[in-house]
């Protein structure tokens, strides 16, 4: 019994609290399988919606760039270097709008029961990467389709850009999580800022084709563009630029610990202002 | 032995926000400007909770009672880690499981057995715990032929009762509970209480239990604590506390009790108690204005053959008597009551009173002669507010909105050309 003493008194200092997270995981994968199973529930058409959106787009992207306005992409062919940067952009937008969200959505909890507040952005950028994998099957049939060469390097290239996204995500998200139960009408600022950050991104065009490299250093920042420069890695012949993955390795753990220290800054109150 | 909670100067202040808890940026940036030049307004504050000291020992089954506004529910929030102190400490000696509602984190969609495993999980069960259990609490809640049919078409009780199925098999060593046993019927609360008293004998539960049901305090707490204005007033034997809090401090008047009982002059009938309850019978003296409220009578009738029949009168704020009501349904048929105990309950609808305070005053009469056995005058009393999200005769509109009574109506739009 003398295991579990527990210590309340009010609020001082700020941790990680990895060690309590880590104490409640099997709630935390309770609540992404909640979500996922909801979700999918819904909607019968939910999985072939995930898939549809990001080949939808890569046409008409494929259509406006390939033919109209072409863009050099080196080695990798336009769809395939397209589907490439939606889908991770899919991963980093339904991330960041969902666990942004998340707080409120689940106040009901949140009144009620004690739980490290951090698994509620966490599961929602989970369930994001659970969307993200059924992308990426796609992702890879079409590779075969345009008989695009992978490098092996793609073993580790390719989560080390899903890493990134996902840290980049659960930065923002537990970061606008905490923003949104404070000012309620923050929350409407959050697609606008995602629309921003979308043209900021390397989706479209390669960061490689911007002239001013002032420009590409100030870009380099958002951890999308790191995230996309490894995946891309393996696709391409082109190296990776190290300059750009530096600036954005440091921003993006930079992100992750602001939105952590921020969310467990706040979350002791949630309960009074939810 | 060490106790299992140590309380010490524990107290939690809240910043009183006038209409809503949280902030709106588009404030903060209109008001900016404004208080450049303004010295800054300190925000009221109020103490819920002060200088709160006690020890609770392990296997202590403690009540909590007091007004609504006491405290009784920030203790427990405080307790279990919901919301943090402003000042004080606790220390919790033991796994702690709080029910504050049950059911909680419940989705339509998922099935009964899901939803076991995702109420328990947030309960801080186990996954391997819920595998153990999950016969017993499908077996208990007896929804067995539901359990893989998802929660949204399950009726309302059977929702409660896999519920409080779940929440009967968790064994904590410190168990929080606010109120939620007083809700779902009454034979199947029993078993629950019933099962809760069994685990917690034999396994010595520490539990705190907050209620306003007097009846289950007495049968589940040895000792119970009496709180009042955020104080706590005494700790001790609960029957004692009861007729404390009873004579003292009882202002809020959704339950009146009288432990002779008020007997009628002709000694043929004793009124035992009356209160206020809404449709899952939970005892409240606060409700919104579209909800359903229930006054009951529980009284003795001394001897075979008495005929009388029920009313109660209503009195808004301004003392406007607004309207009686006199039993003619069961005061027709069965006008002739044997010996026994009886439990008389008359419904107010939803969506016919406004906001505002309400006096209630019970009778048990004879009609023609008038032949007034007991008058009970206000001895209840409720508030009614408005709940904007559900849809009441205001709809979304809220500035004064005056009546004397509040009906929803219907309205019919018929275009002319």
Known sequence: ?274 | MKPAIEIRNLGKEYKLAPSQPYVALRDILSNGAKNLFKARKEKEKFWALQDINLDIQPGERVGIIGRNGAGKSTLLKIISRITPPTTGSAIIRGRVGSLLEVGTGFHPELTGRENIYLNGSILGLKKAEINKQLDAIIDFSGVEKFIDTPLKHYSSGMQLRLAFSVAAHLEPEILLIDEVLAVGDAEFQKKCIGKMEEVSKSHGRTIMFVSHNLDSLRKFCSTTILLNGGRLIEKGNTEKMISLYVSKHLETNAEMYWEQGIESYNKEVVLYKTWLHDENGVIRSIYDTTEKLGISMDYQVMKDNVPFTHGINVYNQEQVNIFNSHDVTTGNTDRQKKKGRYTATVWIPGNLLPEGIFNISVAIFLPNPLDVLIHEQNKLSFEMHTDYSKLSARGTYSDDFPGVIRPLLNWELIKND
């Open chain 1, 1 to 274: 019994m003398e295991k579990f003493i527990t210590h309340i008194h009010p609020p001082k200092g700020v941790s990680l609290g990895l060690r309590e997270l880590w104490q409640y995981r099997e709630l935390f994968y309770f609540f992404t399988w909640r979500d996922i199973k909801v979700k999918y529930k819904q909607t019968y058409l939910g999985i072939i919606w995930a898939l549809l959106q990001p080949l939808g787009m890569m046409l008409i992207f494929t259509f406006l760039f390939s033919k109209t306005w072409p863009i050099n992409t080196g080695t990798i062919q336009y769809p395939v270097f397209v589907l490439s940067g939606l889908i991770l952009w899919n991963l980093i937008n339904s991330a960041v709008s969902h666990a942004g969200e998340s707080m409120i959505q689940n106040a009901n909890i949140i009144n009620k029961i004690y739980f490290p507040r951090l698994i509620i952005p966490g599961s929602s950028v989970l369930v994001a990467l659970f969307d993200f994998l059924m992308g990426f099957v796609i992702f890879i049939i079409l590779c075969f389709f345009y008989q695009q060469n992978i490098h092996f390097s793609a073993i580790w290239f390719f989560p080390a850009g899903i890493i990134v996204t996902i840290i980049a995500a659960f930065g923002a998200g537990s970061f606008l999580a905490a923003l949104n139960v404070k000012y309620r009408d923050f929350r409407y600022t959050i697609p606008f800022m995602l629309q921003v950050l979308f043209f900021g991104s390397q989706i479209i065009y390669p960061l490689q084709s911007i002239q001013q490299t002032w420009l590409k250093y100030v870009l380099a920042v958002n951890p999308v563009n790191t995230a996309l420069e490894f995946f891309r890695a393996p696709l391409s012949s082109a190296k990776v630029d190290t300059a750009v993955v530096g600036i954005g390795l440091v921003s993006t753990f930079l992100l992750l610990l602001t939105g952590i220290y921020f969310f467990r800054k706040t979350e002791a109150y949630f309960a009074d202002l939810a």
